[in-house]
């Protein structure tokens, strides 16, 4: 069974309540970076040229849930598509996304109109799923649309109580959702092989559930980032003062034993660009294998580079989530950019390559490479979620065809 999608359903003089992810950075009251904006245009288009109208919801930052908290306003996020899209009405009613005036601009929208309700999270019943607050939200369509990816795995009242309290109303899922959802779930099961899985970030805990679901299924697995040391660790190398999550050297060790035992190949670090902390202007010295103490392995080193593009120079299907050093620091970006290059290459020999998201997609922006991949996931949590083969609630709620 197939999941009903937006472009399949009559719009028409309705009210489309959708819920997005417009969970964006702001710096002195205004949008730093529009991407999840820009994103979420498709689906807004597709009503307003149909003759519908919107009604967007969406969370932005970590508010307390007891009330407004003007840091986390999407007012900006309202300005900032007035700006995009001119030719349509976009208004922002009020400060509560469920009170009279919010209901009230609800009921006086007309077809090609949009609303932005504001931030959901600065009612508790947003995180806790609550059905009273989630009926609230509900009333205010005549069609659910979900094309939030980047929350898809949270069981959040406007993921999973809105839909469930608008049945039987129609519930379908946007085209980043869709598009989201197809390059992720089908990036390993359907796959042009070979298939190599680059993981970095600074934690193994997030991503030991993706390395477990892969073996056996892809063809390379890559591991760099600070999460590489706790597996070097538990090699008995030397890692010096870099990060090590010491609850997790047993959980790596036995990876170490499944991937030895597996079709799959996986590839650790050979050397390491390291600093005697992560600051620029700090000492940088590479070392091969072992780290001195004292210092901190920062980014994967040169030969490591060479070592990691071989297979990936062969890749069919390439996916990557999480940055294989301190990116945001010089010198310690040049491995992540430098893997980045190669797999925008790859990408133009034909490959599949997915970022998955979160800090990979903020590294590839960085370097001015997002354009150069064939998807780059809105959904950092997500993507690696649907990684590892887990199923969402917030896709089982929605129209089956």
Known sequence: MAIQTLDRVDVSGKRVLMRVDFNVPLEKGAVADDLRIVAALPAIDSVLS??????????????????????????????????????????????????????????????GEVLLLENLRFHGGEKRGDP??????????????????????????????????????????????????????????????????????????????????????????????????????ALGRRVGSSRVEEGKVKDAHAMIQRLAESPTKGMLPIDHVCGKELAEGTPVKVFDEQIEDGWMGLDIGPRSVIRFAEPLREA?????????????????????????????????????????????????ESFGLADQFSHVSTGGGASLELLEGREFESLKVLDQV
């Open 132 to 233: 009273a607050f989630a009926a609230k939200l509900a009333a205010y369509g005549d069609i659910y649309c979900n094309d939030a990816f980047g929350t898809a795995h949270r069981p959040d009242a406007s993921m999973v109580a809105v839909p469930k309290a608008m049945a039987p109303k129609p519930r379908v899922m946007g085209p980043l959702m869709a598009k989201e959802v197809n390059y992720l779930r089908d990036a390993v099961a359907h796959a042009k092989r070979p298939v190599a899985v680059v993981l970095g970030g600074a934690k193994v805990s997030d991503k030991i559930g993706v390395i477990e679901h892969c073996i056996d299924r892809v063809d390379f697995i890559l591991v760099g980032g600070a999460m590489a040391y706790t597996f070097l660790k």
């Open 50 to 111: 149909r003759g519908g109208s919107v009604v967007l919801i969406s969370h932005l930052g970590r508010p307390e849930g007891t009330g407004v908290e003007e840091k986390y306003s999407l007012r900006p996020v309202a300005a900032r598509l007035a700006e995009l899209r001119p030719a349509a009405k976009v208004s922002f009613p009020s400060a509560d996304c469920v009170d009279a005036a919010a209901a009230a601009a609800v009921a006086a929208l007309r077809p």
């Open 316 to 364: 069919g299907t390439i996916v990557w989530n999480g940055p294989l050093g301190a990116f945001e620091t010089r010198p310690f970006d040049a491995g992540t950019r430098l893997i980045a290059e190669v797999i925008a290459r790859q990408t133009q020999r034909g490959a599949t390559t997915i970022i998955g998201g979160g800090d990979t997609a903020a590294a590839v």
